[in-house]
């Protein structure tokens, strides 16, 4: 069983810190620079404010985890997506509002580039003065709710309606924000798109 409690046990020796070494120089805030350019302003490749820890941070972990995975921490805030090199890369993520998160192992069953939207019926019925001018959705595009991309999470062949995607309110990073699903940086789930194969893992830890 996915547990909270197995994950703060393991979670320190899973993934430690930022790599640190002569071939992989660091910058000011202490991220491997592969990730971060080290510019003399901090700010210069973080357009977004976020808080330096939620910046792409490439970080060690233990062995016997499964390369191309993805697993996100509701307390903390991450997803880490597993490499074939015993590091993965760590993004910020907003989850879902008190109630609405739903932890579990999932299939990403496909994934879609500048995807479109619709709420779901419990989305309309739970707040229809919010989702009710949307019911017959919204193409994708820069202000869509989902971003420039999406990773759609299955359990078996049935689509559970949560998704990872991007969002266009990156100020919302950190945060319990959204309607279940995990939300990253447009630019990060960009790149975490590229990387990521449809029938990869996903495991969503709970957030208590």
Same mark, same amino acid.
């Given at each position: 069983?996915?547990?909270?409690?197995?994950?703060?046990?393991?979670?320190?020796?899973?993934?430690?810190?930022?790599?640190?070494?002569?071939?992989?120089?660091?910058?000011?805030?202490?991220?491997?620079?592969?990730?971060?350019?080290?510019?003399?302003?901090?700010?210069?490749?973080?357009?977004?404010?976020?808080?330096?820890?939620?910046?792409?941070?490439?970080?060690?972990?233990?062995?016997?985890?499964?390369?191309?995975?993805?697993?996100?921490? #509701?307390? %903390?805030? !991450? &997803? *880490?997506?597993?490499?074939? @090199?015993?590091?993965?890369?760590?993004? +910020?993520?907003?989850?879902?509002?008190?109630?609405?998160?739903?932890?579990?192992?999932?299939?990403?069953?496909?994934?879609?580039?500048?995807?479109?939207?619709?709420?779901?019926?419990?989305?309309?019925?739970?707040?229809?003065?919010?989702?009710?001018?949307?019911?017959?959705?919204?193409?994708?595009?820069?202000?869509?709710?989902?971003? #420039?991309? %999406?990773? !759609? &999470? *299955?359990?078996?062949?049935? @689509?559970?309606?949560?998704?990872?995607? +991007?969002?266009?309110?990156?100020?919302?990073?950190?945060?319990?924000?959204?309607?279940?699903?995990?939300?990253?940086?447009?630019?990060?789930?960009?790149?975490?798109?590229?990387?990521?194969?449809?029938?990869?893992?996903?495991?969503?830890?709970?957030?208590?």
């Amino acid at each position: 069983m996915l547990t909270r409690r197995h994950f703060i046990i393991t979670s320190s020796a899973l993934f430690s810190g930022a790599i640190a070494g002569p071939a992989l120089a660091q910058d000011a805030v202490g991220f491997d620079a592969t990730v971060t350019r080290p510019d003399p302003d901090p700010n210069a490749n973080n357009p977004w404010g976020l808080h330096p820890r939620f910046m792409p941070t490439r970080v060690q972990h233990r062995a016997g985890l499964r390369a191309g995975d993805i697993h996100v921490d #509701a307390v %903390a805030r !991450y &997803l *880490y997506h597993i490499g074939t @090199d015993g590091t993965a890369m760590r993004y +910020g993520v907003a989850i879902g509002r008190a109630g609405l998160y739903q932890p579990g192992t999932f299939r990403i069953g496909r994934k879609q580039e500048w995807p479109s939207w619709t709420p779901t019926a419990n989305m309309i019925a739970r707040e229809p003065e919010v989702y009710g001018q949307f019911a017959g959705g919204v193409p994708g595009g820069p202000e869509n709710p989902l971003g #420039a991309r %999406a990773f !759609y &999470l *299955y359990e078996g062949n049935r @689509d559970t309606y949560l998704r990872i995607h +991007g969002t266009p309110q990156p100020w919302s990073i950190g945060t319990s924000a959204s309607s279940g699903c995990v939300r990253m940086v447009n630019a990060h789930v960009i790149e975490l798109y590229e990387n990521v194969e449809v029938g990869s893992t996903a495991f969503l830890y709970p957030a208590a």
